[in-house]
């Protein structure tokens, strides 16, 4: 069974009065959280890890150098999922640190 990338919670430009275009937004879901989804699946089709849970692979995969790439992928997903899940304002909080972590090294 692959790993799917869930469902956005809300719609792509919700977060546009704090910032974040729906089209940056549909970008970072689309592309970066949905190319962590396929190379997750890339890297465990035919291994044992492919029927298990996206969780059951992050703990089986931390801290074996061989599966790092697994691993990164994996908790990718994971913490993509998980902020895409959390509640809008808190989705949005989130949001907005790392936009102005970015605006601040770049
Ligand atoms: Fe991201």
Redesign the pocket.
Known sequence: MAFEQAPLPYDPGALEPHGMSAKTFEY?YGK??AAYVTNLNNLTKDTELADKSLEEVIQISFKDSAKAGIFNNAA?VW??TF?GAASLPMEVGYLQV?WRLRSIAI
């Open positions: 970072h970066h959280h990718q913490n993509h902020s790392i």
